[in-house]
């Protein structure tokens, strides 16, 4: 072994990690160092930095509560996911909240959410889709609309109208036939804006509109008129992945309010 | 495989909650995407690690996940760019000025900041010092072979970047 291959497996050393020692070519390098004065120099040189390096990397502390926070957050997580393991119908679907938790709401909630499945299962056999045990599984509970705004969100190459105002959005969709958010107007009049997309939701316009506040979010917009499955009156919240949904309908169209986050991360809109 | 792994979420966070979180802020290059990366990973863990069949993979797939989660997250961030420009460059990791005064360990963070974008990951994995060259290489999916040579190339960068940045703040 020469000086220069000595060097390439000496820079493997990680000053204090005796497991990188342990390799056979990396011994035999460190062994040249008692007879190679300057070799010697230059990997005292080397571990120097890199001890620095080291120690400046390893001194970034988490916030104080983080490992508290961390654990508490893990065990809410594993009592969420026992808890929805037998019932694929209740594992994404949650109301509102309600100025009462009285013991009749959670028999409610249960009845809806049987009924939510079943409605989505009659549409989807009215609808001749095809699902397989898999997807019937991934998707229970979550609205037929929904999860297909959610995957038009993942594979969206861009918006087909940019402006950082609502009104000349509100004008694009319009002079597209597009359905745009009417009951919700003045809310988003004064909103930052980026722009807006309109998908084909089965041979319906479904339009979107994103918006950049302290963070990013959507509003998707269909007429009740397209809608073909039954969907909650009041609002609903879903998660898909780390998207979450708000679901509601006022008298003419169904709005869905989305971002990443929690539902508790939705801005307040209405 | 070793039976004695404790593998308790109290082990668990213990033991691996630094490292996450470095590992997280060497990559996001800020406090509160490095704690949402390290905790996802965590919350990823509560509800899939028991079928993880081999315990003593745990470090190995905590990286993973949380390099994965960070891929992601940053795959979806670029989609953003499509929205506006000028969006990228605040998705893309800039330092945040408050982090950068209070956190010793954004000198090294700084300097990984400025070597070439493939260098990166593996000169963090390595300075954190939590994971063998094989571990590196599952964890980034890369050849042992090309960490190496990554690595060397890497590292000659980040010392000159690094020495420059120290000799700044003198």
Redesign the interface.
């Known amino acids: 072994m020469d000086r220069k291959e000595a060097k390439?497996f000496l820079?493997?050393c990680?000053p204090?990690?005796e497991?990188d020692y342990t390799d056979p070519l990396i011994t035999e390098a460190l062994a040249m160092l008692d007879q190679d004065p300057e070799l010697r120099a230059w990997f005292e040189s080397?571990q120097a930095?890199?001890a620095?390096?080291?120690d400046?990397?390893?001194?970034?502390?988490?916030?104080a509560a983080?490992?508290a926070?961390?654990?508490a957050?893990?065990?809410a997580?594993?009592a969420q996911?026992n808890e929805n393991a037998p019932e694929a119908s209740s594992d994404t679907i949650q109301f509102p909240d309600q100025t009462s938790t009285k013991s009749w709401m959670s028999a409610f909630v249960g009845i809806a959410a049987v009924f939510v499945v079943l409605f989505v299962t009659v549409a989807a056999l009215r609808t001749g889709q095809e699902t397989n045990t898999g997807t019937a599984v991934a998707t229970a509970g979550i609205p037929d609309l929904v999860q297909f705004l959610s995957n038009e969100m993942d594979n969206?190459?861009?918006?087909d109208k940019?402006s950082q105002q609502s009104g000349p959005i509100m004008t694009y969709l319009a002079s597209r036939g597009a359905p745009k958010p009417d009951a919700l107007e003045d809310v988003i009049r004064d909103k930052r804006t980026?722009?807006c997309v309109v998908f084909d939701y089965n041979g319906a316009q479904l339009s979107m509109i994103?918006f950049?506040d302290d963070s990013?979010y959507h509003i998707a917009t269909l007429d009740k008129a397209d809608i073909r499955e039954d969907i909650p009156q009041g609002p609903s919240y879903y998660q898909i992945g780390n998207q979450a949904f708000k679901m509601w309908q006022d008298e003419k169209q169904v709005h869905i309010l989305t971002m990443?986050g929690t539902e508790e991360d939705l801005p307040e809109l209405i | 495989m070793d039976e004695s792994i404790d593998t308790s979420f109290d082990s668990i966070v213990s033991n691996y909650y630094q490292p996450l979180y470095r590992f997280g802020y060497s990559l996001a290059k800020n406090e509160h995407e490095a704690g949402d990366l390290a905790q996802q990973t965590f919350f990823i863990y509560a509800e899939k690690g028991g079928s993880l069949r081999d315990k003593s993979n745990v470090k190995s797939w905590l990286f993973t996940t949380l390099y994965r989660e960070f891929l992601r997250r940053k795959r979806k961030n670029e989609r953003m760019d499509n929205y506006e420009p000028e969006l990228l460059e605040n998705a893309g990791g800039s330092i945040e000025p408050e982090v950068q005064s209070t956190l010793d360990g954004n000198l090294a963070v700084e300097a990984l900041a400025e070597v070439d974008a493939v260098y990166r990951e593996p000169l963090s994995l390595f300075y954190l010092k939590d994971l063998s060259y094989k571990e590196i290489a599952e964890i980034l999916d890369v050849p042992i072979g090309t960490i190496m040579s990554r690595l060397s190339r890497g590292k000659a960068q980040l010392r000159e970047i690094f020495k420059r940045k120290e000799a700044e703040t003198i």
Do not use: Q, V
């Open positions: 390439t820079e493997l990680r204090g990690l497991a080397e930095i890199d620095r390096i080291s400046s990397l390893n001194n970034i502390e988490p916030p983080f490992k926070e961390t654990l957050g893990m065990y997580h594993k996911a969206m190459k861009g918006l940019r980026l722009g994103c950049k990013y990443e």
